[in-house]
């Protein structure tokens, strides 16, 4: 998953980079990392266990704890 399919993902699924990093039990800098071009100094990449979390999320999965209410 390239750092734009990230970013799409969290966006068509309405949640903040707060929100996705809380359901990857992660930080909100990591996430901006991701979603950094790959080409940056301080691009990430997710591990694949996030990778799985979020394909699942885009195919309809919802954890209990997902946030309420539409988010940007």
Same mark, same amino acid.
């Given at each position: 998953?390239? @750092?734009? $399919?990230?970013?799409?993902?969290?966006? &068509? !699924?309405? !949640? &903040?980079?707060? /929100?996705? #990093? +809380? !359901? !990857? /039990?992660? /930080? @909100?800098?990591?996430?901006?990392?991701?979603? =950094?071009? $790959?080409?940056? &100094?301080?691009? +990430?990449? @997710?591990? *694949?266990?996030?990778?799985?979390?979020?394909? #699942? =999320?885009? #195919?309809?999965?919802? *954890?209990?704890?997902? *946030?309420?209410? $539409?988010?940007?």
């Amino acid at each position: 998953m390239t @750092p734009a $399919e990230i970013k799409q993902a969290r966006h &068509s !699924l309405g !949640l &903040s980079v707060a /929100d996705l #990093a +809380r !359901l !990857l /039990d992660t /930080d @909100p800098q990591t996430v901006r990392r991701m979603e =950094y071009d $790959e080409t940056a &100094s301080t691009h +990430r990449a @997710p591990a *694949p266990r996030m990778i799985r979390l979020i394909a #699942a =999320y885009v #195919a309809g999965y919802r *954890p209990q704890d997902w *946030p309420k209410g $539409e988010r940007e």
